[in-house]
């Protein structure tokens, strides 16, 4: 009697419109998101900013019979084409630092364990306690809280110009002119401007 052959493992399924993304992206030229995962797809790359923008295209969706792609959950850092490559890397490096101080020590702690840090190795890991005090220090070169809150609210909470004009009732310019100030202090706090441009 033949051997049955035995079955490939099948790919999970996609999660709902994760393949219209991917083909929207290879469309535009956008694959820099993109990764080949273990069955060979084309895949958004996991817990990314890029992954969670959605590309919308008009006229059916697809790019090549003149649809327009809109994207939505832009990157404010990304978004304004007015700022310059070393404020946008102040920017990034102020959100990382955040990031950083914030996640890193949210660890899963064994029921085991000693509340009062008896045990070797116990407290707050290092790198979380720099990252803090990198982030703080950050914050600290901002100087004026007006300028601090708009880089807090653009940077670390991704909110868009539009949005904090409308809310504060100024004008998109004053805040642009905040924001740029803002990153301009973090840029010489970091020590990115005396470089040159690469």
Known sequence: ????????????????GEAE???????LGHDFALKTDAFGRQRLTPDTAEARRVYEVSNGGYTSTGGIVR??????????????????????RFR?????????????????????SGRVGGGIPDRVLSAGRAYAHAA?????WEVAEVLRK???????????????????DVVVKLLKLG??????????MGRKAG
């Not at 304004?80 to 102040?90: F, N, V």
């Not at 600290?140 to 004026?144: C, F, I, K, M, T």
């Open 21 to 27: 993304q991917v083909r929207i992206r290879r469309e």
């Open 154 to 172: 653009i940077c670390l909470e991704g909110r868009s110009v539009k949005a904090i004009a409308e809310r504060t009732g100024d004008g998109r």
């Open 183 to 192: 990153l301009d202090l973090l840029a010489v706090h970091y020590g990115m």
């Open 96 to 116: 990382d630092d955040f990031e950083r101080s914030q996640r890193e020590g949210l660890q899963p702690q064994s029921w085991s364990e000693r509340i009062d």
């Open 71 to 92: 994207l939505r959950n832009v990157d404010p850092l990304v978004g304004i084409t007015s700022l310059s490559r070393q404020q946008r890397e102040a920017g990034g």
């Open 1 to 16: 009697m033949p051997r049955k052959a035995a079955k490939k493992p099948q790919p999970p399924k996609l999660p709902k």
């Open 140 to 144: 600290s070169a901002l100087g004026h």
